[in-house]
């Protein structure tokens, strides 16, 4: 699967590998933030976390305007330098006050300009690489390997910010509780039920230190609330590191891709050929990209509860503890030796002398042997915070993609691999899927309105968003990966950029809806979130395949 890439892909993965990481270590524990600090409620930070999402993904639009004009490279330097400075600002503690909120909004708007000048425009780069006759058939391979490497930095995230958090709260003579935020919110603000006054006590007695656990309640509930805060701040600051290895990557390595660093305008300068279309073909092909983006925007709607709804229910109605084997899935060192023995498996097959068979079937020995030694020695059971979750996602995405490649290389021998607008529709499909899952494990559950923000009192097990987060990211590979190398595939020369930012755009429309289950979560029984997002992914997926006549007419021009 690695061989025959251009060098230029694996410099350009790995930069975005960087910032890919420092970004999803925020994003784990960004929604959780909100509520700690602010005493937000689920309407509210659901807002700010769909709107910031929402800029994450339009900003691309103006980066690719802009690279259009200037080129890709100037606009991926700028980009890093830019989000270094949101991140910076965001990592300083604050007040909850207008202040704290002012610099938050501030490093966000930072965080969001200087992504959209780096992200589309470095996938463009490598959609340039590609444009080469030599490797054009690797195209769509090549963006599942870079994917593929967008995932393990966000893989290892989730981890990174608990471990960091957790540090922080240790220091202060503290541990993580999921309900102890909103219960300190309500002792602040005088709205603590007598019932949940003594969950609070209950729960202040769980601390390590004694002087914090014998604190007066509402001492304690400001104590707590300001150190959780503070170390929420200190993971964001990750970021800021994750991003001076990426551009160092970015700079070491720059001759191995500098060649794709021309846009259409520059490469008339120098006389380099151009794919010349006419106006009916770009019409053609702006349409048929059009049709994608409007059908996607449902499926990032739906994808993008990751950080938000599905988080909610992993710190509210899901039991806090994994036990028997679930309990590998929490631990990323685990995770991580068992997604690289995947490759290692694969190679067995790949290799072609008997020496490197042997070597890749030893190490993949050697991998499941630490993976399984690393078992044995975890707690049973094992303690969990909510955002552990959201390390299955990128752990499959990392671990299915040597699978997915090989199914649709198998495929694609035979003449019978789908394109790459069936494969989104049936991501679409797939993606409701999940969300069937989520309304099984939702029945009988109390509403969120019920619980006055603390936790259900029977509480589902892990598996039911473990395995969600395996059908949404089954629903991911076939529509993500594929929808960016249709839209470097597709789009005409002289509008790559655009093309590219427009394909974001439409991630930031669905991001933006991502805050609806968020407006209702306080209003409607709890499976009914899910189903509204079951319902969208079926109807988008059958618009996609009513227009893929269209699609396929308009392409083939």
Known sequence: MFKGQPKGLFALALANTGERFGYYTMLAIFMLFLQAKFGWDQALSSQVYSIFLALVYFMPVVGGILADKIGYGKCVVTGIC????????LSIPT??????????????????????????????????????????AKRDSAFSLFYMAINIGAMFAPSAATAITNSFLGKAGLIYKAAIPALAHQAMDGTISAENALRLTDLQQMMPDAAVANMDPMAFSSYYIEHLSSAYNMGFAVACVSLIISILIYFFCRSWFKHADVNAKQAAATNAP?????????????????MVFA??????????????????????????????????????WILALVAVSIYTFFGIFQSESRKGKLLCGFVTACLWGGAYWLYLGLPDPLAIEPQLFQQFNPFYVVFLTPISMALFSALANKGKEPSAPVKIGLGMFVA???????????????????LQGTVAPDPVVPMYLITTYLVLTFAELLLSPMGISFVTKVAPPKFKGLMMGLWFASTAIGNYLSSIPGLLWMKVPLWANWAILMALCVIAGAIMFSMMKKINEATAS
């Open 95 to 136: 007040g909850a006050n207008t202040m704290g909120i002012v610099l938050m909004l501030g490093a966000l708007l930072l965080i969001s300009v200087g992504t959209g000048l780096f992200k589309g425009n470095l996938q463009v780069l490598v959609g340039n690489l590609y444009d080469d006759p030599k490797y054009s």
């Open 432 to 450: 409701a899927l999940g969300y069937l899952i989520m309304i099984f494990g939702s029945i009988g559950q109390p509403s969120p309105a019920a």
């Open 82 to 89: 830019v989000m270094f400075a949101g991140y910076l600002a």
């Open 274 to 290: 151009v794919q010349e279309l006419t106006p009916k073909q770009t019409k053609d092909r702006i349409t048929a990209l059009i």
């Open 295 to 332: 059908v996607v925007i449902f499926f990032w709607m739906a994808f993008h509860q990751n950080g938000q709804s599905l988080t909610w229910f992993a710190r509210d109605y899901t039991q806090p503890i994994a036990t028997g084997a679930t309990r590998a899935g929490f631990n990323i």
